[in-house]
């Protein structure tokens, strides 16, 4: 589901993108920073540890006093910074989401329709080999039954004969043949299994693919309510109700109760949305 293009939008995403932009932009600069501090702060650490590895004496000097106390701030501004990077990088990622909530839509919906896509398709290659071991499997009962007899034939032929015995070339051909159609079953029948195991695995990323398109939506949904709220008339009405009876309440929240219908309509109209496959499901 993408943004509607036709309804009137207060450009909230837009400027959620804008400030995405500005927050990235900080959080670049203060890992360049920290960067610049740490590289100070070893610099500082080194030059402490050698001046002490020199000084023989217990007592330290003023030099040692001024440049641990320095290789101590060093330190500090570099723990200061990454703390300042960590909460950055929150509010970079959280913004993040938000940007990003109409692509991961799109994108948790094309592979739902590529999972349901590829179930069918193993699951038609799958049948295709079970059909192939089938006729494997009779044609090496064929090929055992008339080894059997063969063989049986060649006995009683070497059991009456005074001379040098030959093998029948139908023996022969029908021992090599034996041999090649038990070899391609096995190695048919482990296509099988891991069409079975592919095919065992599509439940479960489509769970997944299903939850990530249901969080996904929530957030364009979200997007799409902030885009199109009438602010200043909410904004009216809550301070207007605080000012009526402002125990508990506060002017930047305003509780509004759905009518059920609408409930319901959105309910269809979200699961109308779910993607369509018309292949094997």
Request: proline residues 2%; contains cysteine; hydrophobic residues 40%.
């Amino acid at each position: 589901m993408k943004l509607n293009p036709f309804s009137k939008k207060s450009g909230y995403h837009a400027r959620i993108k804008a400030e995405h932009a500005e927050e990235q932009r900080k959080l670049e600069a203060l890992q360049a920073e920290v960067a610049e501090a740490q590289a100070d702060f070893e610099a500082k650490q080194k030059a402490s540890a050698d001046l002490e590895s020199r000084n023989r004496s217990r007592n330290w000097t003023d030099a040692e006093v001024r440049l641990s106390r320095a290789r101590d701030e060093a330190q500090h501004r570099v723990n200061d910074l990454q703390r300042q990077i960590g909460e950055q990088e929150r509010k970079v990622c959280n913004l993040r989401a938000i940007v990003d909530a109409p692509d991961k839509l799109e994108q948790s919906r094309a592979v739902i329709i590529d999972l349901r896509h590829r179930r069918g398709i193993l699951q038609c290659e799958r049948e295709q080999q079970v059909k192939l071991i089938a006729k494997l499997e009779k044609r090496i009962a064929e090929l055992e039954q008339r080894i059997t007899a063969e063989t049986q034939s060649a006995s009683e032929a070497i059991a009456a004969t005074d001379g040098d015995f030959v093998l029948p070339e139908t023996l022969t051909r029908f021992d090599a043949e034996l041999r090649v159609a038990r070899s391609t079953l096995e190695n048919v029948n482990g296509k099988v299994r891991t069409f079975d195991a592919d095919i065992a695995a599509i439940p479960g990323q489509l769970l997944e693919a299903e939850s990530a398109r249901k969080h996904y939506r929530a957030k364009v949904e979200e997007i799409e309510l902030f885009e199109q709220l009438p602010w200043d008339a909410l904004a009216r009405a809550a301070v207007s109700t605080c000012t009526v009876s402002g125990y508990g309440r506060r002017e930047d929240e305003y509780t509004i109760t759905i009518p059920l219908d609408y409930v319901e309509a959105a309910r269809a109209k979200l699961a109308a949305e779910m993607p369509a496959y018309t292949g094997e499901a």
